[in-house]
Protein backbone atom coordinates (compact mmCIF):
# COMPACT_ATOMS: atom_id res chain seq x y z
CA UNK A 1 0.00 0.00 0.00
CA UNK A 2 2.73 2.37 0.77
CA UNK A 3 4.58 2.05 -2.45
CA UNK A 4 1.04 2.64 -4.42
CA UNK A 5 0.09 5.81 -2.31
CA UNK A 6 3.45 6.92 -2.77
CA UNK A 7 3.26 6.42 -6.44
CA UNK A 8 -0.09 7.98 -6.68
CA UNK A 9 0.17 10.89 -4.75
CA UNK A 10 3.45 11.84 -7.22
CA UNK A 11 1.26 11.41 -9.64
CA UNK A 12 -2.05 13.52 -8.76
CA UNK A 13 0.41 15.99 -7.03
CA UNK A 14 2.22 16.71 -10.78
CA UNK A 15 -1.45 17.27 -12.14
CA UNK A 16 -1.98 20.14 -10.10
CA UNK A 17 1.59 21.49 -9.41
CA UNK A 18 2.29 23.11 -12.77
CA UNK A 19 -0.78 25.58 -12.42
CA UNK A 20 1.03 28.33 -10.81
CA UNK A 21 4.35 27.83 -12.75
CA UNK A 22 2.50 28.13 -15.64
CA UNK A 23 3.04 32.49 -16.29
CA UNK A 24 6.64 31.70 -15.77
CA UNK A 25 7.14 29.01 -18.87
CA UNK A 26 5.14 31.27 -20.71
CA UNK A 27 7.55 33.89 -20.07
CA UNK A 28 10.98 30.97 -20.34
CA UNK A 29 9.65 30.00 -23.71
CA UNK A 30 8.31 32.54 -25.41
CA UNK A 31 4.82 30.92 -25.46
CA UNK A 32 0.77 31.88 -25.07
CA UNK A 33 -1.40 31.29 -22.75
CA UNK A 34 -3.42 29.01 -24.81
CA UNK A 35 -0.05 27.08 -25.90
CA UNK A 36 1.14 26.87 -22.15
CA UNK A 37 -2.32 25.55 -21.08
CA UNK A 38 -1.67 22.17 -22.97
CA UNK A 39 0.46 21.27 -20.49
CA UNK A 40 -2.38 20.74 -18.39
CA UNK A 41 -4.72 19.39 -20.82
CA UNK A 42 -2.61 17.11 -22.65
CA UNK A 43 -2.36 15.13 -19.25
CA UNK A 44 -5.45 15.01 -18.63
CA UNK A 45 -6.35 13.59 -22.43
CA UNK A 46 -3.81 11.36 -21.41
CA UNK A 47 -5.66 10.50 -18.32
CA UNK A 48 -9.18 10.29 -20.17
CA UNK A 49 -7.80 7.96 -22.69
CA UNK A 50 -6.08 5.22 -20.73
CA UNK A 51 -8.15 5.09 -17.38
CA UNK A 52 -11.49 3.48 -19.02
CA UNK A 53 -8.90 1.09 -20.34
CA UNK A 54 -7.60 0.24 -17.42
CA UNK A 55 -10.25 -2.43 -16.58
CA UNK A 56 -9.24 -4.30 -19.38
CA UNK A 57 -5.45 -4.05 -18.96
CA UNK A 58 -6.30 -4.81 -14.72
CA UNK A 59 -7.51 -8.33 -16.01
CA UNK A 60 -4.86 -9.16 -19.00
CA UNK A 61 -1.86 -8.24 -16.88
CA UNK A 62 -0.56 -8.69 -13.20
CA UNK A 63 -0.68 -6.36 -11.04
CA UNK A 64 3.02 -6.01 -10.72
CA UNK A 65 3.60 -5.87 -14.13
CA UNK A 66 1.36 -3.06 -14.19
CA UNK A 67 2.75 -1.00 -11.29
CA UNK A 68 6.18 -1.43 -13.33
CA UNK A 69 5.40 0.20 -16.36
CA UNK A 70 4.12 3.03 -14.97
CA UNK A 71 6.76 3.70 -12.94
CA UNK A 72 9.04 3.67 -16.15
CA UNK A 73 6.86 6.30 -17.67
CA UNK A 74 6.40 8.20 -14.62
CA UNK A 75 9.86 8.09 -14.01
CA UNK A 76 11.05 8.72 -17.61
CA UNK A 77 8.18 11.74 -18.41
CA UNK A 78 9.84 13.44 -15.28
CA UNK A 79 13.08 13.10 -16.27
CA UNK A 80 12.13 14.80 -19.37
CA UNK A 81 10.38 16.96 -18.05
CA UNK A 82 12.97 18.70 -15.53
CA UNK A 83 15.49 18.84 -18.13
CA UNK A 84 13.37 20.30 -20.97
CA UNK A 85 15.67 22.85 -23.46
CA UNK A 86 11.89 23.75 -25.46
CA UNK A 87 8.75 23.93 -24.49
CA UNK A 88 7.84 20.88 -27.14
CA UNK A 89 10.21 18.35 -25.03
CA UNK A 90 8.54 19.51 -21.61
CA UNK A 91 4.94 18.62 -23.23
CA UNK A 92 6.24 15.68 -24.39
CA UNK A 93 7.58 14.47 -20.55
CA UNK A 94 4.44 15.49 -19.30
CA UNK A 95 2.53 13.26 -21.71
CA UNK A 96 4.81 10.41 -20.59
CA UNK A 97 4.03 10.86 -17.15
CA UNK A 98 0.58 11.15 -17.54
CA UNK A 99 1.07 7.72 -19.03
CA UNK A 100 2.31 6.62 -15.88
CA UNK A 101 -0.34 8.06 -13.89
CA UNK A 102 -3.23 6.61 -15.60
CA UNK A 103 -1.78 3.00 -15.35
CA UNK A 104 -0.67 4.11 -11.48
CA UNK A 105 -3.91 5.13 -10.62
CA UNK A 106 -6.67 2.66 -10.96
CA UNK A 107 -4.13 -0.06 -9.39
CA UNK A 108 -4.47 2.13 -6.38
CA UNK A 109 -8.56 1.74 -5.84
CA UNK A 110 -8.45 -2.02 -7.03
CA UNK A 111 -6.04 -3.09 -4.65
CA UNK A 112 -8.10 -1.30 -1.83
CA UNK A 113 -11.42 -3.01 -3.10
CA UNK A 114 -9.83 -6.69 -3.26
CA UNK A 115 -7.43 -6.96 0.38
CA UNK A 116 -9.95 -4.71 2.31
CA UNK A 117 -13.79 -6.28 3.63
CA UNK A 118 -16.30 -3.43 2.89
CA UNK A 119 -16.59 -2.85 6.84
CA UNK A 120 -13.33 -2.19 6.87
CA UNK A 121 -12.83 0.10 3.68
CA UNK A 122 -13.94 3.50 4.38
CA UNK A 123 -10.63 3.91 6.33
CA UNK A 124 -8.62 2.13 3.31
CA UNK A 125 -10.44 4.37 0.76
CA UNK A 126 -9.63 7.65 3.25
CA UNK A 127 -5.84 6.49 2.15
CA UNK A 128 -6.82 6.86 -1.03
CA UNK A 129 -8.66 10.22 -0.73
CA UNK A 130 -5.34 11.32 1.24
CA UNK A 131 -3.91 11.06 -2.50
CA UNK A 132 -6.56 11.67 -4.48
CA UNK A 133 -7.53 14.61 -2.94
CA UNK A 134 -4.83 15.95 -1.00
CA UNK A 135 -2.03 15.35 -3.55
CA UNK A 136 -3.88 18.03 -5.88
CA UNK A 137 -5.37 20.73 -3.37
CA UNK A 138 -1.25 21.06 -2.40
CA UNK A 139 0.06 21.06 -5.35
CA UNK A 140 -0.46 24.66 -6.09
CA UNK A 141 0.57 25.20 -2.39
CA UNK A 142 4.11 23.53 -2.66
CA UNK A 143 4.87 24.20 -5.97
CA UNK A 144 4.29 27.95 -4.99
CA UNK A 145 7.13 28.03 -2.75
CA UNK A 146 9.52 25.92 -5.65
CA UNK A 147 9.10 28.65 -8.24
CA UNK A 148 9.47 31.41 -5.74
CA UNK A 149 12.95 29.79 -4.22
CA UNK A 150 13.76 27.43 -6.59
CA UNK A 151 13.01 27.38 -9.74
CA UNK A 152 10.11 25.46 -12.43
CA UNK A 153 12.53 22.46 -12.81
CA UNK A 154 12.47 21.53 -8.91
CA UNK A 155 8.46 20.30 -9.38
CA UNK A 156 9.56 17.63 -11.81
CA UNK A 157 12.70 16.74 -9.98
CA UNK A 158 11.07 16.53 -6.63
CA UNK A 159 9.17 13.41 -7.33
CA UNK A 160 11.79 11.70 -8.67
CA UNK A 161 13.01 9.63 -5.46
CA UNK A 162 9.76 9.51 -4.09
CA UNK A 163 9.18 7.09 -7.10
CA UNK A 164 12.29 5.25 -7.07
CA UNK A 165 11.43 4.53 -3.37
CA UNK A 166 7.81 3.55 -4.44
CA UNK A 167 9.63 1.18 -7.30
CA UNK A 168 12.07 -0.03 -4.72
CA UNK A 169 9.06 -0.84 -2.49
CA UNK A 170 7.08 -2.30 -5.18
CA UNK A 171 9.37 -4.58 -6.35
CA UNK A 172 9.46 -6.32 -3.06
CA UNK A 173 6.24 -6.49 -1.79
CA UNK A 174 3.40 -5.95 -4.52
CA UNK A 175 1.63 -8.79 -4.83
CA UNK A 176 -0.23 -9.91 -8.03
CA UNK A 177 -3.79 -9.92 -7.31
CA UNK A 178 -5.12 -10.49 -10.31
CA UNK A 179 -4.27 -13.91 -12.37
CA UNK A 180 -2.52 -13.17 -15.86
CA UNK A 181 -5.83 -13.94 -18.54
CA UNK A 182 -6.18 -13.31 -22.38
CA UNK A 183 -9.66 -11.60 -22.44
CA UNK A 184 -10.82 -10.61 -26.00
CA UNK A 185 -10.00 -7.01 -27.21
CA UNK A 186 -12.24 -5.51 -28.88
CA UNK A 187 -10.60 -2.61 -30.67
CA UNK A 188 -13.52 -0.57 -31.56
CA UNK A 189 -14.27 -0.52 -28.24
CA UNK A 190 -10.65 1.20 -27.83
CA UNK A 191 -10.64 3.73 -30.59
CA UNK A 192 -15.03 4.87 -29.11
CA UNK A 193 -13.36 5.28 -25.35
CA UNK A 194 -10.16 7.14 -26.85
CA UNK A 195 -12.34 9.51 -29.01
CA UNK A 196 -15.49 9.54 -26.32
CA UNK A 197 -13.02 10.76 -23.20
CA UNK A 198 -10.58 12.56 -24.94
CA UNK A 199 -13.10 14.68 -26.47
CA UNK A 200 -15.00 15.46 -24.39
CA UNK A 201 -11.66 16.68 -22.39
CA UNK A 202 -10.52 18.11 -25.05
CA UNK A 203 -13.84 20.33 -26.21
CA UNK A 204 -14.29 21.19 -22.19
CA UNK A 205 -10.97 22.17 -22.07
CA UNK A 206 -10.54 24.41 -25.41
CA UNK A 207 -14.08 26.61 -24.38
CA UNK A 208 -12.10 27.47 -21.24
CA UNK A 209 -9.79 29.29 -23.53
CA UNK A 210 -10.24 32.69 -23.52
CA UNK A 211 -9.67 32.58 -27.79
CA UNK A 212 -12.26 30.23 -28.67
CA UNK A 213 -15.45 29.81 -26.10
CA UNK A 214 -17.80 27.85 -26.38
CA UNK A 215 -19.60 28.27 -29.57
CA UNK A 216 -16.02 28.03 -32.08
CA UNK A 217 -16.16 25.27 -34.17
CA UNK A 218 -13.31 23.43 -32.85
CA UNK A 219 -14.79 23.06 -29.46
CA UNK A 220 -18.36 22.13 -30.99
CA UNK A 221 -16.65 19.61 -32.98
CA UNK A 222 -14.67 18.50 -30.11
CA UNK A 223 -18.30 17.68 -27.57
CA UNK A 224 -19.48 16.23 -30.47
CA UNK A 225 -17.53 13.83 -31.40
CA UNK A 226 -16.75 13.17 -28.03
CA UNK A 227 -20.41 12.62 -26.87
CA UNK A 228 -21.47 10.83 -29.97
CA UNK A 229 -18.39 8.50 -29.53
CA UNK A 230 -19.16 7.67 -26.06
CA UNK A 231 -22.33 7.30 -26.39
CA UNK A 232 -21.56 4.29 -29.13
CA UNK A 233 -18.82 2.80 -26.76
CA UNK A 234 -21.56 2.50 -23.90
CA UNK A 235 -24.08 0.62 -26.93
CA UNK A 236 -21.42 -1.78 -27.68
CA UNK A 237 -20.55 -3.03 -24.20
CA UNK A 238 -24.17 -3.53 -23.83
CA UNK A 239 -23.31 -6.02 -26.92
CA UNK A 240 -20.51 -7.81 -26.25
CA UNK A 241 -19.61 -10.65 -24.33
CA UNK A 242 -16.45 -9.67 -22.56
CA UNK A 243 -16.76 -6.04 -22.99
CA UNK A 244 -13.74 -3.87 -22.15
CA UNK A 245 -15.80 -1.62 -19.67
CA UNK A 246 -18.83 -3.19 -18.15
CA UNK A 247 -21.02 -0.50 -17.61
CA UNK A 248 -23.99 -2.63 -16.21
CA UNK A 249 -22.42 -1.76 -12.92
CA UNK A 250 -24.80 1.53 -13.18
CA UNK A 251 -27.65 -0.11 -12.61
CA UNK A 252 -26.68 -0.55 -9.03
CA UNK A 253 -28.69 3.25 -7.65
CA UNK A 254 -25.97 4.14 -4.98
CA UNK A 255 -23.08 3.40 -7.44
CA UNK A 256 -24.74 6.10 -9.60
CA UNK A 257 -25.07 8.39 -6.62
CA UNK A 258 -21.45 7.57 -5.58
CA UNK A 259 -20.68 9.07 -9.14
CA UNK A 260 -23.05 11.94 -9.04
CA UNK A 261 -21.46 13.28 -6.13
CA UNK A 262 -18.39 13.09 -6.75
CA UNK A 263 -18.84 14.83 -10.25
CA UNK A 264 -20.42 17.72 -8.62
CA UNK A 265 -17.41 17.82 -5.63
CA UNK A 266 -14.72 18.02 -8.54
CA UNK A 267 -16.38 20.73 -10.18
CA UNK A 268 -15.84 22.48 -6.89
CA UNK A 269 -12.06 21.53 -6.04
CA UNK A 270 -10.83 21.39 -9.21
CA UNK A 271 -12.02 24.80 -10.40
CA UNK A 272 -11.01 26.17 -6.73
CA UNK A 273 -7.50 24.98 -7.47
CA UNK A 274 -7.20 27.05 -10.22
CA UNK A 275 -9.24 30.08 -9.24
CA UNK A 276 -7.69 30.53 -5.92
CA UNK A 277 -4.26 30.68 -6.83
CA UNK A 278 -4.90 33.36 -9.46
CA UNK A 279 -7.22 35.25 -7.11
CA UNK A 280 -4.12 35.74 -4.60
CA UNK A 281 -1.85 36.30 -7.23
CA UNK A 282 -3.95 38.56 -9.75
CA UNK A 283 -6.46 39.96 -7.68
CA UNK A 284 -4.38 40.74 -4.36
CA UNK A 285 -1.03 41.33 -6.01
CA UNK A 286 0.74 38.67 -3.83
CA UNK A 287 3.63 36.43 -4.64
CA UNK A 288 3.31 32.65 -5.87
CA UNK A 289 4.44 31.48 -2.36
CA UNK A 290 2.04 33.79 -0.79
CA UNK A 291 -0.25 32.08 -2.81
CA UNK A 292 1.00 28.67 -1.38
CA UNK A 293 1.13 30.00 2.24
CA UNK A 294 -2.46 30.59 2.03
CA UNK A 295 -3.39 27.40 0.32
CA UNK A 296 -1.15 25.49 2.83
CA UNK A 297 -3.23 24.78 5.86
CA UNK A 298 -6.50 23.32 3.42
CA UNK A 299 -4.11 21.04 1.97
CA UNK A 300 -2.93 19.78 5.20
CA UNK A 301 -6.38 19.65 6.74
CA UNK A 302 -7.77 17.86 3.37
CA UNK A 303 -5.23 14.92 4.03
CA UNK A 304 -6.01 14.43 8.06
CA UNK A 305 -10.20 14.59 7.24
CA UNK A 306 -9.70 12.09 4.47
CA UNK A 307 -8.39 9.38 7.03
CA UNK A 308 -10.95 11.08 9.75
CA UNK A 309 -14.00 10.59 7.39
CA UNK A 310 -13.16 7.19 6.16
CA UNK A 311 -13.61 6.18 9.91
CA UNK A 312 -16.98 8.26 10.15
CA UNK A 313 -17.93 6.47 7.17
CA UNK A 314 -17.41 2.83 8.64
CA UNK A 315 -19.41 3.87 11.90
CA UNK A 316 -22.09 5.68 11.19
CA UNK A 317 -22.55 4.97 7.46
CA UNK A 318 -22.32 7.80 4.30
CA UNK A 319 -25.59 9.58 5.03
CA UNK A 320 -24.10 11.39 8.10
CA UNK A 321 -20.87 12.56 6.55
CA UNK A 322 -21.89 13.51 2.95
CA UNK A 323 -24.61 16.16 4.12
CA UNK A 324 -22.54 18.07 6.70
CA UNK A 325 -20.01 17.63 4.01
CA UNK A 326 -21.58 19.83 1.53
CA UNK A 327 -23.24 22.16 3.97
CA UNK A 328 -19.63 23.54 4.61
CA UNK A 329 -18.99 22.96 1.08
CA UNK A 330 -21.81 25.35 0.06
CA UNK A 331 -20.92 28.00 2.94
CA UNK A 332 -17.16 28.34 1.60
CA UNK A 333 -18.17 29.05 -2.00
CA UNK A 334 -20.33 31.46 -1.09
CA UNK A 335 -18.07 33.44 1.02
CA UNK A 336 -15.97 33.48 -2.01
CA UNK A 337 -18.53 34.67 -4.34
CA UNK A 338 -17.88 37.64 -2.56
CA UNK A 339 -14.14 38.01 -2.22
CA UNK A 340 -12.77 41.73 -3.09
CA UNK A 341 -9.39 43.67 -3.93
CA UNK A 342 -9.35 44.31 0.07
CA UNK A 343 -10.57 40.45 1.48
CA UNK A 344 -8.01 39.42 3.95
CA UNK A 345 -5.61 36.17 3.44
CA UNK A 346 -7.11 34.92 7.13
CA UNK A 347 -10.60 34.72 5.42
CA UNK A 348 -8.95 32.92 2.45
CA UNK A 349 -7.12 30.70 4.64
CA UNK A 350 -10.08 29.89 6.92
CA UNK A 351 -13.28 29.29 4.44
CA UNK A 352 -10.76 27.23 1.72
CA UNK A 353 -9.94 24.85 4.89
CA UNK A 354 -13.28 24.95 5.27
CA UNK A 355 -14.22 24.09 1.88
CA UNK A 356 -11.37 20.98 1.76
CA UNK A 357 -13.00 19.53 5.10
CA UNK A 358 -16.02 19.30 3.10
CA UNK A 359 -14.99 18.15 -0.07
CA UNK A 360 -13.16 14.95 2.05
CA UNK A 361 -16.39 14.48 3.41
CA UNK A 362 -17.94 13.81 0.14
CA UNK A 363 -15.52 12.01 -1.91
CA UNK A 364 -14.70 9.33 0.50
CA UNK A 365 -17.56 8.06 1.76
CA UNK A 366 -20.23 8.68 -1.55
CA UNK A 367 -17.35 6.85 -3.83
CA UNK A 368 -16.68 3.81 -1.40
CA UNK A 369 -20.77 3.29 -0.74
CA UNK A 370 -21.06 2.97 -4.25
CA UNK A 371 -18.29 0.98 -4.91
CA UNK A 372 -19.72 -1.42 -2.07
CA UNK A 373 -22.39 -2.07 -4.16
CA UNK A 374 -20.61 -3.67 -6.83
CA UNK A 375 -19.41 -7.48 -6.80
CA UNK A 376 -15.84 -8.10 -6.69
CA UNK A 377 -15.83 -9.03 -10.50
CA UNK A 378 -16.65 -5.90 -11.28
CA UNK A 379 -14.17 -4.30 -9.14
CA UNK A 380 -11.68 -2.84 -11.94
CA UNK A 381 -15.15 -1.82 -13.84
CA UNK A 382 -16.23 0.40 -10.89
CA UNK A 383 -12.81 2.12 -10.28
CA UNK A 384 -11.96 2.49 -14.04
CA UNK A 385 -15.34 4.57 -13.88
CA UNK A 386 -14.33 6.74 -10.86
CA UNK A 387 -11.53 7.43 -11.96
CA UNK A 388 -12.61 8.55 -14.99
CA UNK A 389 -15.03 10.42 -13.65
CA UNK A 390 -12.65 12.11 -11.49
CA UNK A 391 -10.48 13.20 -14.08
CA UNK A 392 -13.33 14.37 -16.84
CA UNK A 393 -15.26 15.89 -14.38
CA UNK A 394 -12.33 17.97 -13.39
CA UNK A 395 -11.72 19.19 -16.34
CA UNK A 396 -14.99 20.41 -16.94
CA UNK A 397 -15.71 22.06 -13.79
CA UNK A 398 -12.38 23.77 -14.70
CA UNK A 399 -13.52 24.53 -18.36
CA UNK A 400 -16.93 26.16 -16.77
CA UNK A 401 -15.16 27.90 -14.36
CA UNK A 402 -12.50 29.67 -16.60
CA UNK A 403 -14.95 30.28 -19.14
CA UNK A 404 -17.03 32.37 -16.56
CA UNK A 405 -14.21 34.03 -15.48
CA UNK A 406 -13.16 34.63 -18.87
CA UNK A 407 -16.49 35.89 -20.27
CA UNK A 408 -17.21 38.60 -16.90
CA UNK A 409 -13.59 39.98 -16.88
CA UNK A 410 -13.94 40.83 -20.46
CA UNK A 411 -17.47 42.58 -19.74
CA UNK A 412 -16.19 44.97 -17.04
CA UNK A 413 -12.70 45.43 -19.40
CA UNK A 414 -15.07 46.83 -22.44
CA UNK A 415 -16.81 49.10 -19.88
CA UNK A 416 -13.73 50.97 -18.85
CA UNK A 417 -12.10 53.94 -21.25
CA UNK A 418 -8.24 52.36 -20.49
CA UNK A 419 -8.55 48.80 -20.56
CA UNK A 420 -4.97 48.41 -20.06
CA UNK A 421 -4.91 50.26 -16.62
CA UNK A 422 -3.33 47.77 -13.65
CA UNK A 423 -6.51 48.82 -11.40
CA UNK A 424 -8.97 47.72 -14.19
CA UNK A 425 -7.20 44.43 -15.03
CA UNK A 426 -7.31 43.53 -10.91
CA UNK A 427 -10.80 44.68 -10.77
CA UNK A 428 -12.25 42.83 -13.99
CA UNK A 429 -10.18 39.31 -12.79
CA UNK A 430 -12.25 39.82 -8.99
CA UNK A 431 -15.65 40.24 -10.50
CA UNK A 432 -15.12 37.09 -13.12
CA UNK A 433 -13.84 34.95 -10.03
CA UNK A 434 -17.17 36.50 -8.06
CA UNK A 435 -19.08 35.04 -11.30
CA UNK A 436 -17.31 31.88 -11.23
CA UNK A 437 -17.84 30.97 -7.48
CA UNK A 438 -21.23 31.78 -7.58
CA UNK A 439 -21.81 28.64 -10.42
CA UNK A 440 -19.67 26.84 -8.33
CA UNK A 441 -22.60 27.74 -5.01
CA UNK A 442 -25.53 26.23 -7.67
CA UNK A 443 -23.30 23.35 -7.84
CA UNK A 444 -22.61 23.02 -4.33
CA UNK A 445 -26.75 23.57 -3.44
CA UNK A 446 -27.93 20.80 -5.80
CA UNK A 447 -25.41 18.31 -4.21
CA UNK A 448 -26.71 18.88 -0.83
CA UNK A 449 -30.29 18.11 -2.25
CA UNK A 450 -29.19 14.67 -3.97
CA UNK A 451 -26.86 14.25 -1.07
CA UNK A 452 -30.23 13.58 1.09
CA UNK A 453 -31.15 10.77 -0.70
CA UNK A 454 -28.16 8.65 0.19
CA UNK A 455 -28.30 5.19 1.44
CA UNK A 456 -25.84 3.18 2.91
CA UNK A 457 -24.96 -0.16 1.24
CA UNK A 458 -23.08 -2.85 2.77
CA UNK A 459 -22.15 -6.27 0.49
CA UNK A 460 -20.77 -8.74 2.03
CA UNK A 461 -18.19 -10.45 -0.18
CA UNK A 462 -15.24 -12.78 0.34
CA UNK A 463 -11.45 -10.91 0.58
CA UNK A 464 -8.54 -11.92 -0.63
CA UNK A 465 -6.66 -14.23 2.27
Known amino acids: MIALLICGFMGMFSETALNIALHHLMIEFDVSAATVQWLTTSYLLVLGTLIPISSLLIRRFKTKKIFITALIFSITGLVLAANSPSFSMLLLGRIIQACGTGLATPILFNTILVIFPPHRRGVAMGMVSLVMMFAPATGPAISGFIVEYLNWHWIFLIPIPFLLLSLCLGLIHIIDLSVEKKPAIDFISIVLSTLGFSGLVMGFSLAGEEQLGWSSLPVTLALIIGGISLAL ?51 LGLSSADAGLLLLPGGIINGIMALITGHLFDKF ?62 YPDGTAIVNTTIQTSGAIGTAIAVSILNRNQNAILSQVSNPESPVAKVEAIVYGIQHSYTFAVIIAIIGLICSLFIKRVLVTQPTLK
Not at 317 to 326: K, L, M, N, Q
Request: aromatic letters at 12%.
Open 233 to 283: FGWRQLKLEEPILNVRVFKHPMFMMGIGLTVLSNFIIFSSNLLLPMYIQGG
Open 317 to 378: GPRWVVIPGFIFGTISVLVFSQITTTTNGLTIIIFYTLLMVGMSMITTPSQTNGLNQLQRSN
